[in-house]
C-alpha cells in the first residue's frame, strides 16, 4: 500500500467520545480485528466493565483490556462469523493488495458493492463477525458518506442495515496527519424507519447533533446533504469519464494535471459511451482539481464544451459574485488524504457556506 497505515492509531481521545454513542450491554463480547493499539476497545472497557474484549490484528499485539489473536481481520472474520454483540473497528484505508477475500466478503446481500478499497473489505468483514442485531463502530474515509464513487456501497448498507449514527470528525482527529474521517454506527438488522443522526465532532472531541436524515434518504444513498445547493446559488458537478476509458485518439477530455502556480486541466483521450449526458466544461466555467497532487487548484475554462474526467469538479455558469467568491476560497485547507490527497464536494458547500452564508458548517 506504500505506507504502513497500521501506524495512525485512533487516538485514547477520539476512541472514548465515539464509544459513548454506543449502549454497551453487560457481559457482551466486543471485537476489534484489526484493533492496533487497542484504544477503542480500552474505551469501550472504560464505559462497562464487564464486557468480554478481544482484539485480532495482522502483527503480534498486546492490550491490557482483552484477549488478542495474529491474524487478518478478514480471514479471522470469515472463521468467527456471527459470533460477537459489538465490533469496534478503524481500519487500515488504501487499495487492497489482492482479491484474495472479494469473492467471499462480496456475495449476498453485498455483491452488488463493487469496490477496490480495502476499507471496504474490512468493513464487511466486521459486519459478518456481527450476531444479528449486532453493533458495529467503523471510521471511514469520508468519502464513502459522502463521495459519489460510493454511492451504490451507501445504498446497499442502508437498505440491509440500519445506520442509527453519522460521526463527522475533525482534520486533527489523527494529528498531525489530516485525515477527513467519519465514524459509523451500523445495527446489522433489517432498516428501520428511524431517522439517521448526524453528529459533529470538534477539535475538543466533543459531538453535538447537526441534523437527522431520514430512511429515505439514507436509501437513496444521500447521508451527507448538509447544505441546499438552493440556497447556496450553484451546484458542483463531478466528471463522469474514468481513467479506464483514456485511449490514443478517442474525443478529447480534459483531466487534472500537474500542481502550478497557474493551473490548468490537461488534455487526455477517451471513448466516450453515447446518450449518457455526463457533464462538459463550457466556456466560463470553474474547473477544480479533485484529486492528486494539484488538488484543490482550480481555474477558469475557456475554450469548445469538452467531457470532464471524473478527477474533475466544474462549477457551471457562475454569475460575477459567484465566480468572484468560489476563485477566493482557498480549498488547500479541505485536502486531505493519506495515500492520496483529495478534496470532496460537500467540503467545499461546508466552507463556502461557512464563509458567506455564515453558518459554521
Known amino acids: 500500500m506504500g505506507k504502513d497505515y497500521s501506524k495512525y492509531y485512533t487516538p485514547l481521545e477520539v476512541s472514548s467520545a465515539?464509544?459513548?454513542?454506543?449502549?454497551?450491554?453487560?457481559?457482551?463480547?466486543?471485537?476489534?480485528?484489526?484493533?492496533?493499539?487497542?484504544?477503542?476497545?480500552?474505551?469501550?472497557?472504560?464505559?462497562?466493565?464487564?464486557?468480554?474484549?478481544?482484539?485480532?490484528d495482522i502483527i503480534d499485539v498486546s492490550i491490557d483490556c482483552g484477549a488478542t489473536a495474529k491474524s487478518d481481520g478478514r480471514e479471522y472474520a470469515l472463521n468467527h462469523t456471527e459470533k460477537f454483540d459489538y465490533a469496534l473497528a478503524n481500519p487500515p484505508f488504501g487499495r487492497?493488495?489482492?482479491?484474495?477475500?472479494?469473492?467471499?466478503?462480496?456475495?449476498?446481500?453485498?455483491?452488488?458493492?463493487?469496490?477496490s478499497r480495502l476499507e471496504i473489505e474490512m468493513l464487511l468483514a466486521n459486519l459478518?463477525?456481527?450476531?444479528?442485531?449486532?453493533?458495529?463502530?467503523?471510521?471511514?474515509?469520508?468519502?464513502?458518506?459522502e463521495g459519489t464513487s460510493a454511492i451504490n456501497t451507501r445504498?446497499?448498507?442502508?437498505?440491509?442495515?440500519?445506520?442509527?449514527a453519522i460521526i463527522d470528525l475533525p482534520l486533527c482527529a489523527?494529528?498531525?496527519?489530516?485525515?477527513?474521517?467519519?465514524?459509523?454506527?451500523?445495527?446489522?438488522?433489517?432498516?428501520?424507519?428511524?431517522?439517521?443522526?448526524?453528529?459533529?465532532?470538534?477539535?475538543?472531541?466533543?459531538?453535538?447533533?447537526?441534523?437527522?436524515?431520514?430512511?429515505?434518504?439514507?436509501?437513496?444513498?444521500?447521508?451527507?446533504?448538509?447544505?441546499?445547493?438552493?440556497?447556496?446559488?450553484?451546484?458542483?458537478h463531478q466528471g463522469k469519464v474514468s481513467t479506464?476509458?483514456?485511449?490514443?485518439?478517442?474525443?478529447?477530455?480534459?483531466?487534472?494535471g500537474k500542481r502550478s502556480n497557474e493551473w490548468t486541466p490537461s488534455i487526455r483521450f477517451a471513448n466516450i459511451p453515447e446518450g449518457k449526458g455526463w457533464p462538459q466544461a463550457e466556456d466560463g466555467d470553474i474547473i477544480i482539481s479533485r484529486i492528486g497532487a494539484s488538488a484543490g487548484q482550480m481555474c477558469i475554462y475557456h475554450g469548445s464544451p469538452k467531457y470532464i474526467s471524473?478527477?474533475?469538479?466544474?462549477?457551471?455558469?457562475?454569475?460575477?459574485?459567484?465566480?468572484?467568491?468560489i476563485l477566493n476560497l482557498d480549498l488547500a485547507v479541505l485536502v486531505s488524504g493519506l495515500s492520496t490527497p483529495h478534496i470532496t464536494v460537500q467540503s467545499i458547500y461546508q466552507l463556502y457556506s461557512k464563509i458567506y452564508n455564515n453558518t459554521d458548517g
Open 18 to 56: 465515539l464509544v459513548k454513542l454506543i449502549d454497551f450491554k453487560d457481559y457482551s463480547s466486543v471485537v476489534d480485528i484489526c484493533c492496533g493499539s487497542g484504544n477503542l476497545l480500552k474505551a469501550a472497557r472504560d464505559v462497562n466493565a464487564t464486557l468480554n474484549c478481544y482484539g485480532v
Open 96 to 115: 487492497r493488495e489482492s482479491k484474495k477475500y472479494t469473492n467471499r466478503l462480496f456475495r449476498g446481500k453485498y455483491k452488488h458493492i463493487t469496490s
Open 128 to 145: 459478518r463477525v456481527l450476531k444479528q442485531s449486532g453493533i458495529l463502530l467503523i471510521i471511514l474515509p469520508s468519502t464513502i458518506v
Open 155 to 164: 445504498k446497499v448498507l442502508a437498505t440491509n442495515h440500519f445506520i442509527s
Open 174 to 236: 489523527f494529528f498531525p496527519e489530516r485525515i477527513k474521517c467519519s465514524a459509523l454506527i451500523i445495527e446489522k438488522s433489517s432498516p428501520k424507519e428511524e431517522p439517521t443522526i448526524l453528529y459533529k465532532m470538534d477539535s475538543s472531541y466533543i459531538i453535538k447533533e447537526t441534523k437527522r436524515i431520514s430512511a429515505t434518504e439514507m436509501q437513496s444513498g444521500n447521508w451527507s446533504k448538509k447544505y441546499s445547493t438552493d440556497t447556496l446559488g450553484f451546484t458542483i
Open 244 to 256: 479506464p476509458s483514456f485511449c490514443s485518439n478517442g474525443e478529447e477530455v480534459l483531466h487534472t
Open 310 to 325: 471524473d478527477c474533475l469538479l466544474i462549477v457551471k455558469s457562475p454569475n460575477k459574485i459567484l465566480l468572484e467568491r
